[in-house]
């Protein structure tokens, strides 16, 4: 009698689930948040851009301090030793020293859109 394929592969669907199921090893973490980092970075400047009209130029520089605001960021907020209030007075102090290079590569008439856009934004209910 012939066997499918199915049935052959019946017995071994819960050793793949196994498989699957199993943590990451650390490099392979290491490079999704890599991956991660560099989505975020990229939708971040992407942002920047339309809404401040960033030019190439401008865009190449804020990149790095974006990245490793993220990259930075995300480490604090994985730190099971710190707790809760310190995570949040540190991650906050991260976007705070990103906005300042941020703003360093602006110019004159970015810098009163970025304002604006801030004063928009602290107006707005914190949900």
Request: glycine share 2%.
């Amino acid at each position: 009698m012939k066997r499918t394929l199915s049935a052959q592969l019946l017995p071994l669907l819960p050793l793949l689930l196994a498989v699957l199921a199993a943590p990451l090893p650390a490099h392979a973490q290491a490079a999704k948040n890599r991956d991660v980092d560099e989505i975020l970075t990229n939708q971040r400047v992407k942002q920047l851009t339309g809404l401040l009209q960033l030019t190439d130029e401008q865009q190449k520089k804020i990149e790095p301090f974006v990245k490793e605001e993220f990259k930075t960021a995300r480490s604090v907020k994985e730190d099971d030793n710190l707790p809760q209030q310190e995570k949040f007075a540190k991650t906050d102090a991260i976007h705070a020293a990103a906005k300042v290079k941020i703003k360093g590569v602006l110019t004159a008439e970015q810098l009163v859109r970025w304002g604006e856009l801030e004063q928009r934004s602290a107006k707005k209910p914190k949900k």
